[in-house]
């Protein structure tokens, strides 16, 4: 079966870190580019940053550029987001989507998603 | 970049056809066919139901077909079954490797 799973949310201060992961299986990783995109409780989604199949080509949404690094094992199966500097604004649901190859930002498995809590 | 605008709610009976609009700008919705559109329910992930305009995912009913129009993107749900009601999202592609999502459609079935 094709899915992601996401792991390491949890409650952390302002101005804290926090790495949340990603984790395949049923395909092969480094076929895809990867991306996170995350929720506020009770808005909508919002995109965060993507990453090329290689890991060599990331980018950031303006909010969490400097603060955020997506990266990659495509050995392991598993995408990571790495935040620091965390505010009381980022937290949400951050889900990790799967890019359909030959397309542009189109996402066809989306993991369970995983809360992100930033308050003192 | 600005989040693409689009209706808080739509309805409809069981049966009927329902459209929700997403529009945009000439930078995005207008300028790419990259559009997608995705349906939530309610704890849930998102879920693909259009891409590049008008193409549907394996699995994802004919019911659901998609469009575009200058700046304006439309999702179509003919035929509307309980099942349908949930949140749904448009994107598009924005340039400069910029993404942005509408703020979503409340679609309830009534």
């Known amino acids: 079966e094709v899915q992601l799973v996401e792991s390491g949310g949890g409650l952390v201060q302002p101005g804290g870190s926090l790495r949340i992961s990603c984790a395949a299986s049923g395909f092969t990783l480094s076929n895809h580019w990867m991306h996170w995109v995350r929720q506020a409780p009770g808005k909508g989604l919002v995109y965060v940053s993507r990453s090329s199949t290689d890991g060599s080509d990331t980018n950031y949404a303006d909010p969490v550029k400097g603060r955020f690094t997506i990266s990659r094992d495509n050995a392991e199966n598993t995408l990571y987001l790495q935040m620091n500097s965390l505010r009381v604004e980022d937290t949400a649901v951050y889900y990790c989507?799967?890019?359909?190859?030959?397309?542009?930002?189109?996402?066809?498995?989306w993991g369970q998603g995983t809360m992100v809590t930033v308050s003192s | 970049q600005s989040a693409l605008t689009q209706p808080p709610s739509a309805s409809g009976s069981p049966g009927q056809s329902v459209t929700i609009s997403c529009t945009g700008t000439s930078s995005d919705v207008g300028g790419y066919n990259y559009v997608s559109w995705y349906q939530q329910h309610p704890g849930k992930a998102p879920k693909l139901m259009i891409y590049?305009?008008?193409r549907r995912p394996s699995g994802v009913p004919d019911r659901f077909s998609g469009s575009k129009s200058g700046n304006t993107a439309s999702l179509t749900v003919s035929g509307l079954q309980a099942e349908d009601e949930a949140d749904y999202y448009c994107?598009?592609?924005?340039?400069?490797?910029?993404?942005?999502f509408g703020g979503g459609t409340k679609l309830t079935v009534l």
């Open positions: 994107s598009s592609y924005g340039g400069r490797n910029n993404l942005v």
């Open positions: 590049e305009v008008t």
């Open positions: 989507a799967r890019g359909i190859s030959g397309s542009r930002d189109a996402f066809d498995i």
